[in-house]
């Protein structure tokens, strides 16, 4: 009797590191969705304030764009290897995520400077747990920008650790346009 032979399709490889980051973001997307669904079902309740968006969160959301750019610069001179450069694009994001953080916390001090607080209406409290669950995953976002910038300095770096942090980079940037066109206009 012959056994049968099982061949492997190792056409399509994707890093461990990259499927992980892939798997989180998915994880991410589910639990915005969630969120966004419960604002839409409970702003048609009733008793929903109209919020004004600070003009912090829009800077930030140009800031969190012009900062994926700079990763998008980076990963292609990363393929050029041009570590200098890299790093100082690296650098540049790092630097954009800090400036978002910042316009974050001043769009957050706006609002409670204006009476708008996370607890006493859903309507706040929703953009005050948004705002802050996208912050905090720009956070780590941030953290991970760090350890890739110390990384660059190590002759034996490797392209797929910056492309793991620009996956997920570029990932936050479209989600934080999202949440922002979404509590704008819904």
Do not use: C
């Not at 969160?57 to 900062?67: D, G, R």
């Not at 929703?126 to 920008?145: D, E, Q």
């Not at 392209?159 to 819904?186: D, E, P, R, T």
């Amino acid at each position: 009797m012959q056994s049968a032979t099982v061949k492997n399709n190792t056409n399509f490889k994707i890093p461990a590191k990259q499927f992980t980051v892939w798997v989180f973001m998915v994880s991410v997307v589910m639990l915005f969705a969630g969120l966004t669904s419960a604002y839409i079902v409970r702003k048609a309740e009733g008793n929903w304030m109209t919020i004004t968006m600070p003009s912090q969160f829009q800077a930030s959301l140009v800031v969190v764009l012009l900062s994926t750019v700079t990763m998008g610069f980076a990963q292609y001179f990363a393929k050029l290897q041009k570590r200098g450069i890299v790093q100082i694009l690296t650098a540049l994001t790092l630097v954009g995520g800090l400036a978002f953080t910042a316009l974050q916390l001043l769009g957050w001090e706006y609002l409670t400077q204006n009476g708008i607080y996370l607890v006493g209406n859903a309507s706040a409290g929703f953009l005050y747990v948004i705002s802050g669950l996208h912050l905090l995953h720009l956070l780590g976002g941030i953290v991970v920008l760090l350890v890739v910038m110390v990384q660059l300095f190590d002759k034996n770096f490797n392209n797929s650790k910056l492309n793991s942090a620009a996956i997920y980079w570029h990932f936050v940037g479209i989600l934080w346009l999202y949440l922002y066109l979404f509590l704008q206009n819904v």
